[in-house]
């Protein structure tokens, strides 16, 4: 179905990138740092909320609020941007073109207390962080990352070795597993870090050394279980991308590598990218998409560049932007027919997904769908149409999130996976490649 000619090449450089982003993002804290270091490359400036913005024509910026970052660029004339407006009195103030998406991803997260032994093993004590398919966590190697806070008040990035497993019961111990794989989500989740006889392995002083700082200065810690296995491409022609995370990184990807590629000098809108943390417990947090990130930067942005705006002026800003909220979706499941509508089928390879739902669990309208078809027209992809089974629940996303707080015009499309929330996720790499395209055909306008 997918009409974009990827070659092998191209491919080949998309997986190596998308490993590279992935790899460097185990956390949302370290998401948001690979996201900013890829920007700081490209001529983007950090400002920071504490300080006066005073932001110019034609540069790009971004800011960091946790486990969240808003980057964008301004249209590269204001005198392009200001013409006289048909429908108010005053000049034209230009809306904002937003691709949204989510910086974190299920897992466990480290709990305080965080060492005890038992059967002569050393184990730590975790608590599930959004929706994981526990059992794909089950016998594999896992690090340790997030962020610590020192007695200084800093903060830093941390990532450990492989140094956790959370090891399965053997068959021998229940027969009947293969009928239902039943997990209890306190007892049977618990990673096991070592051996209890030997020297005291604290948890924090493996962090610690990772982060390269004294462990003794370590007050308190946001960090997250991590499957190390490394990111690649499988399937008969490569045509498959396994990674941990994609859900929702492979957005994150592809809204900053669309971002960096923004030509200001074509722009008519502030090309705005928003990676929201917290995605996968609901979103209620100062860095989440029903905190007032977005709103407060988009504010200032306008108020920065038109120093005599009023709030209304932002008002109307908003009422001519748009915003475009990418996030993982599901694949018709040759294993399971079942779950999927039955003439509404998207598939692996045929391009990005655009998800409707009546109950507004996405935010697209027939408005929307319009502005997403012509990004995809604009990038020479395919996208497909993605709904639920009337029988079975409907996930959701930031884009209903971000309208609300907001009233943008929003559309919720995404990329295609299998797996979705499990330790290793699935997608095709030609939708990786698509998806790519089309967010940069939306922020370009
Ligand atoms: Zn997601």
Redesign the pocket.
């Known amino acids: 179905m997918s009409t974009s000619p990827v070659t092998p090449r191209t491919k080949t450089q998309v997986a190596a990138d998308l490993t590279d982003f992935i790899s460097s993002s185990p956390s949302s804290y370290h998401a948001t740092a690979t996201a900013a270091a890829r920007l700081e490359s490209t001529g983007f400036r950090r400002l920071k909320e504490r300080k006066i913005w005073e932001l110019e024509p034609g540069q790009g910026y971004y800011v960091i609020r946790d486990g969240a970052i808003i980057a964008w660029r301004t249209p590269a004339s204001k005198a392009d941007v200001s013409g006289a407006d048909s429908g108010g009195s005053s000049a034209t103030i230009p809306g904002f073109r937003v691709f949204g998406s989510?910086t974190d991803s299920p897992a466990f997260k480290l709990k305080p207390g965080e060492e005890f032994t038992a059967e002569g093993t050393r184990q730590i004590g975790v608590e599930i962080y959004g929706g994981p398919l526990l059992n794909s966590w089950l016998d594999r190697e896992l690090a340790l990352a997030g962020q610590l806070s020192l007695a200084d008040g800093s903060v830093v990035l941390a990532q450990t070795p492989p140094i956790a497993r959370i090891p399965q019961l053997a068959i021998h111990l229940d027969r009947q597993v293969n009928d239902g794989l039943t997990l209890d989500k306190q007892r049977h989740t618990t990673p096991i870090i070592g051996l209890a006889d030997l020297a005291e392995a604290d948890v924090i002083e493996i962090l610690a050394a990772s982060a390269e700082v004294d462990p003794e200065q370590v007050v308190g810690h946001d960090v997250y279980t991590i499957p190390v296995q490394s990111p690649g491409l499988f399937g008969a022609r490569e045509e498959f991308f396994a990674a941990p995370r994609l859900?929702?990184l492979l957005s994150v990807h592809a809204g900053i590598s669309a971002l960096v590629e923004v030509d200001a000098a074509a722009l008519d809108s502030v090309a705005l990218f928003a990676g929201f943390d917290h995605?996968e417990i609901g979103s209620n947090s100062r860095s989440g998409a029903c905190g007032p990130f977005l709103a407060d930067v988009t504010e200032r942005i306008i108020a920065s560049l038109f120093p005599e705006s009023t709030r209304s002026d932002y008002l109307a800003s908003l009422a001519s932007s748009i915003c475009v909220s990418s996030?993982?979706g599901h694949a018709a499941h040759p294993n399971y027919p079942e779950r999927h509508d039955p003439h509404v089928r998207p598939h692996l390879g045929g391009g990005p997904l655009l998800k409707l739902n009546a109950q507004q669990r996405y935010a697209t309208d027939a408005v929307g769908t319009a502005a997403w078809s012509q990004a995809c027209a604009a990038a020479g992809v395919e996208y497909q149409n993605f709904v639920s089974n009337n029988a079975m629940p409907c996930g959701s996303?930031i884009g209903p999130l971000t309208a609300t707080r907001l009233g943008m015009t929003t559309v919720d499309v995404g990329p295609a996976l299998y797996s979705m929330h499990s330790a290793r996720e699935m997608v095709a790499i030609d939708d990786v490649v698509a998806l790519g395209a089309a967010a940069k055909a939306f922020l370009q306008g």
């Open positions: 989510h859900d929702n995605e996030d993982a996303t």
